[in-house]
């Protein structure tokens, strides 16, 4: 069985950081990707961040610059790191493995 778990989610301040982690188990394929999602209330999930089978990654233009995605070389842990963090980044996060997979989510609150 498939499982993701995200942690590190919280409330921070306008301007602060979070680095938000993904923990995948059961999973044995060793090529495939990750990547972070989010939803803010009255809106749908948008994509965050990738990370590609090969390790290249991808982000969304609202975050470039700000976000750093990265996964640990078995490919069983991914980290978001979150810098400079505005109120508009405030939304339920999800991390999901090899376009099927999802964790539960893990809330981020940013205050103005």
């Known amino acids: 069985q498939v499982t993701l778990v995200e942690s590190g989610g919280g409330p921070v301040e306008s301007g602060g950081s979070l680095t938000l982690a993904c923990k995948m188990s059961?999973?044995?394929?060793?090529?495939?990707?990750m990547g972070w999602f989010r939803q803010a209330p009255t809106k749908e999930r948008e994509g965050v961040a990738a990370?590609?089978?090969?390790?290249?990654?991808k982000y969304a233009d609202s975050v470039t610059g700000g976000f750093t995605a990265s996964r640990s070389n078995d490919k069983t842990m991914m980290t978001l790191e979150m810098n400079t963090l505005k109120p508009e980044d405030t939304a339920m996060y999800f991390c999901?493995?090899?376009?099927?997979?999802w964790g539960r989510g893990t809330q981020v609150t940013v205050s103005s």
């Open positions: 990370i590609y089978g090969g390790g290249g990654t």
């Open positions: 059961g999973y044995t394929d060793g090529y495939y990707a």
């Open positions: 999901k493995a090899s376009g099927k997979y």
